[in-house]
C-alpha cells in the first residue's frame, strides 16, 4: 500500500514540476515578444 501511495505521489509531484515549466516557458515567450526588436525592413519604421 505504501508503495502505490509513494507512486501517486511522484506522479503527482511530477505533474507539478511539468506544469510549473509549461508555465515559466510561457511567460518568457510572451517577454521575448514584448521585448523583440522589429526588424529592419519590416516597413515599421516609417
Known sequence: MKKILLIALAAVAGLFVYRQIQA???EQDLWTEATDTVPAG?????
Open 24 to 26: 515559466d516557458r510561457a
Open 42 to 46: 519590416s516597413g515599421a519604421n516609417v
